[in-house]
């Protein structure tokens, strides 16, 4: 089963959030993860599996379709996993017997790839990878060599991961709204997003609603969350409230400095 892409970024967000510690063969459910754990814990996190083995040489060999060659950020996509390497001979190469020629899950390919991270965003490049002592993010290519599409994260019907189109405004109209890693106001922020832009719906919660807008997936506040229909009217309650307030001010003066 493939989980959505919004979905697999979201969850993966939510763990860099938590700031697990960095252990090998953790995915980021105890509180310990490892660079390949933040893509199984993602995944699982979203409802998929990953039935094989915990590491990212197995990754770039049985998990990524159309592994290929970084040639600038521009051949890069969202959703993808990006990995470093070294070839046979350099220094640090250690790649496991197993992969290496006779070893029962040689595919010929004898590159170490040993580290992985995610596309979250192309443009401006950010990846997401987890590494010691805790969840860092990339802004350029540098040390990353290779790339390909997840075979478990991606939209395996046409309509899985289009969520509902909503509008995003409330609250002050010249305030963005921001977009969070996770449900909560102590969580790191994503982006800020302008009032009244259109996004898709994920996921509903309570108080959180989980969205993507812009292609980053994270989580608003329900009260900015708004159906097709329903935005006219909260646009209409603001202006309707801070034309009250104006009246307010004309009346008894600006004493506080809130104006503006």
Not at 40 to 56: F, M
Not at 123 to 135: A, V, Y
Not at 158 to 165: L, T
Not at 213 to 221: F, S, T
Request: hydrophobic content about 35%; proline content about 4%; overall charge negative.
């Amino acid at each position: 089963m493939k989980v959505s892409i919004p979905a697999f970024l979201s969850r993966a967000e939510e763990i860099a959030a938590e700031e697990p510690a960095y252990r090998a063969g953790h995915d980021g459910s105890d509180g310990w993860c490892d660079c390949i754990g933040l893509i199984i814990g993602a995944i699982r996190r979203a409802g998929g599996e990953w039935p094989g083995t915990h590491g990212s040489n197995y990754a770039a060999r049985y998990e990524t379709e159309s592994l290929s060659g970084i040639g600038s950020a521009a051949s890069l996509r969202i959703g993808e996993a990006v990995f470093k390497c070294r070839e046979p001979g350099e220094k640090g190469y250690a790649l496991p017997e197993k992969y290496r020629r006779g070893g029962g899950s040689c595919t010929g390919d004898l590159r170490d790839y040993y580290h992985v991270g995610v596309i979250l965003s192309a443009s401006p490049l950010r990846i997401r990878h987890m590494t010691s002592p805790k969840p860092m993010l990339d802004t350029a290519v540098g040390q990353w060599k290779y790339h390909g599409k997840l075979k478990r994260a991606g939209e395996e019907r046409e309509d899985e991961g289009m969520g509902e189109r909503i509008v995003l405004s409330g609250g002050n109209p010249d305030l963005p709204i921001r977009l969070r890693a996770g449900a909560g106001t102590d969580t790191r922020i994503l982006r800020e997003i302008p009032q009244g832009a259109g996004a898709e719906l994920l996921e509903a919660g309570g108080e959180w609603d989980r969205v993507s807008c812009g292609g980053a997936a994270g989580y608003v506040q329900s009260r900015f969350v708004h159906r097709q229909g329903e935005e006219a009217a909260a646009s209409d309650t603001v202006a309707v409230q801070r034309e009250k307030l104006e009246k307010v001010y004309d009346e008894i003066g600006d004493w506080l400095g809130l104006r503006g």
